[in-house]
């Protein structure tokens, strides 16, 4: 009878340079103001954001300089080089194994272009063996930790007694642009972070939780609503839509129709797990889930340590409850470009 994929670990890592809210805004106001007619009505969202710091892989004045896509580009394989092998360490240490013997290393990341990919870049810092088996996940944004959690389980069941490495590191500071003179940009330079997450799992016996199930669901014609666009400068970030109130009005028909498919109801979780987006993104989620006000309390405290970080952030939001004691069954949750909702069922160790 085929095991399903248990998660055994999870290792999360931060940049060096610590980015104060406060600095931030100063930072923005000075780059922004005098250019910008609308950039004190908008600037309020570094104060409503629900966040006191956040990391970066540059100091905060490199922001501040113009410059072009070649050097955002080095930024971001030199720091999320780095950012991988200090998450992987984690979470390979704390699994009790190294990363010679990892099978698969599924490495998901979008906010930077590497060919080779990150894994293939670290593999003998790492230490991984010659016939490990590389799966670079380009795409998914904010969705991309929950997705690629579906991914490496999958992979590890398909194969069990094989051990899968998962990566999620994110350099979204380096998608700052002094150049954009508009809202979506103002608001990326108030809730951006960098960091990344790593998994381990393995179809077998005693890991911390047992991954369920999975499922996705990607509502038709809104590729407007979350993406980067490009240009000589690098990534701009695309923000058509008001996240929060779609997320209200339409995540929780999804969540449903996704939960149905595996014999599953929305009363069957004891707790949702989900991506903290912003502020006002988790006060919809609550909304939506008919959760009580500060239900989702370990999102508000990663969102306020660590800004969102993208792919990564749904999963230091699962460490945190992992450290708190999981409940039996935790629905995790993100949504990301497509517009597209990602959720992975966990199942908690007896």
Same mark, same amino acid.
């Given at each position: ?11 999360? @890592? ?5 980015? +104060? ?16 007619? +609308? ?9 409503? *954001? ?38 992987? &360490? ?5 699994? $009790? ?5 990892? +099978? ?5 990341? &979008? ?5 080779? *990919? ?9 230490? !991984? ?9 380009? %795409?998914?944004?904010?969705?991309? $930790? ?10 590890? @069941? ?13 350099? #979204? ?21 960098? $960091?990344?997450?790593? #998994? ?13 199930? &999975? ?23 695309? !923000? +058509?839509?008001?996240?929060?109130? !779609? ?6 028909? @999804? ?8 014999? /599953? ?6 707790? !949702? ?11 919809? /989620? ?7 006000? %500060? ?30 004691? /999981? ?15 990602? #959720?992975?069922? /966990?199942?908690?160790?007896?």
């Amino acid at each position: 009878m085929a095991h399903s994929a248990e998660l055994w670990s999870i290792g999360t @890592a931060v940049p060096p340079y610590v980015i +104060d809210q406060r600095e931030a805004a100063l930072a923005s106001h000075d780059a922004f103001s005098s250019r910008f007619a +609308d950039f004190e009505r908008l600037a309020k969202v570094f104060e409503t *954001s629900g966040i006191r710091r956040r990391y970066g892989v540059r100091p905060i004045d490199w922001y501040l300089r113009t410059t072009g896509w070649v050097e955002r580009n080095n930024a971001y394989i030199e720091g999320a080089s780095a950012l991988f092998v200090s998450a992987a &360490s984690n979470a390979l240490t704390l699994a $009790g194994i190294t990363a010679a013997d990892v +099978d698969t290393v599924v490495t998901v990341s &979008s906010t930077g272009i590497a060919t080779p *990919s990150l894994e293939a870049r670290v593999k003998q810092q790492m230490g !991984f063996r010659d016939n490990v088996e590389r799966v670079p996940v380009f %795409g998914l944004g904010c969705a991309g $930790g929950v997705s690629g959690l579906s991914i490496a389980s999958r992979l590890a @069941a398909s194969r069990p007694g094989t051990v899968v490495l998962l990566i999620a590191v994110e350099t #979204c500071t380096l998608a700052f642009r002094m150049d954009k003179l508009t809202k979506a940009n103002i608001v990326a330079t108030a809730l951006f972070g960098d $960091g990344a997450a790593a #998994c381990v799992l393995s179809a077998t016996d005693g890991g911390l939780a047992q991954v369920e199930m &999975s499922g996705q669901h990607t509502w038709p014609d809104t590729l407007d609503i979350m993406g980067w666009s490009v240009d000589p400068e690098g990534f701009g970030v695309i !923000f +058509d839509r008001a996240i929060p109130p !779609f997320a209200e009005a339409n995540i929780r028909p @999804a969540l449903i129709s996704i939960l149905e498919r595996a014999g /599953l109801s929305l009363d069957d979780i004891d707790r !949702f797990a989900c991506h903290p987006g912003g502020a006002k993104v988790i006060d919809a /989620l609550e909304t939506a889930l008919s959760l009580g006000q %500060g239900t989702l309390n370990h999102e508000r405290a990663v969102l306020s340590d660590y800004g969102n970080m993208s792919a990564p952030t749904a999963l230091f939001v699962l460490d945190r409850l992992i450290s708190d004691g /999981l409940p039996p069954r935790t629905l995790l949750t993100a949504m990301g470009p497509g517009f597209t909702l990602s #959720c992975v069922s /966990l199942k908690a160790a007896a």
